[in-house]
């Protein structure tokens, strides 16, 4: 069944890393780094990762499913401030059809040693609704949760 309807929703996740902001931070900024936790689907052939992390920069991921289907995402950097906040707009197509445009905000800050981490998505679903929004909030907090093992993994072999 076709609809016409878009789903606006937000939702916010916290997180605390066991690092300073700066270091956090490169977690975002640098692609290599940013792979290690932010990649999903293993049985998804990657065919294209260009990242322009800088304001007015741009990143796009294309992938191939096991079954054959293309799945984009483009992303572009609206604000950054290193060590405090990253602003970004990007969308997600799945086989040459739009499913959602989203407004991201991560922002950061010291508490002692630690990082306490805001990450705030606005989104439009214009596919899926409910579950779209579900599917959505779990991939995030799944991600968002690898890089807190990253990084108290890391802090851990340096103390």
Known sequence: MTTDRIDHTSFVIRREFSARP???FRFWAEP???ARWNSCHPDWTVIEDRSDFRVGGTDAK??????????TYHAYYLDIEPARRILYAYEMSFSGKRLSASLV???LEAVAARTRMIFTEQVALLAGGQAARDQRVAGTEEGLDRLVELLAGEMAVRH
């Open 22 to 24: 700066a270091h956090a």
């Open 62 to 71: 294309r992938w191939r499913t096991a079954a054959g289907e293309e799945q």
């Open 105 to 107: 905000t991560i922002e």
């Open 32 to 34: 290599e780094l940013k």
